[in-house]
């Protein structure tokens, strides 16, 4: 698994390749998939999954957040690197999986630019 942390301003974004077991930033196992929005009552209290509220946190929303800490792990796909590469939304390619626009480029452990 590789994470990369997306940016020294904010300490704890980070991007991954797919859904970490414990948090980098704090330690522990809370690492849910993330809900935007109002979740149901049940969905609250189930525990499986991380409440971000109703403000997203960038462009494109976290794919997982830490119940502990708040930490936001996004999945490393070319959609993502976009939106965290600062693209205006017109641009981000239409599948999720295509190659990233030639305009980006990012090397690995590369800071993340915004």
Not at 21 to 49: D, L, N, Q, Y
Not at 76 to 88: E, K, M, S, Y
């Amino acid at each position: 698994m590789r994470i990369y942390k997306c940016t020294e301003s904010q300490p704890h974004w980070y991007v991954t390749d797919r859904k970490p077991i414990k948090c980098v930033h704090c330690g522990k196992k809370e690492v849910r998939p993330s809900m935007f929005g109002m979740p149901t009552a049940e969905a609250a209290r189930s525990g499986k999954w991380h409440i971000a509220g109703c403000m997203p946190d960038m462009p494109e929303h976290r794919t997982w957040g830490c119940c502990n800490c708040n930490a936001a792990y996004w999945k490393d796909t070319p959609r993502n690197r976009a939106a965290l590469g600062g693209l205006v939304p017109w641009q981000w390619p239409d599948n999720p999986y295509d190659k990233p626009p030639k305009i980006y480029s990012v090397e690995q452990c590369e800071e993340i630019p915004f």
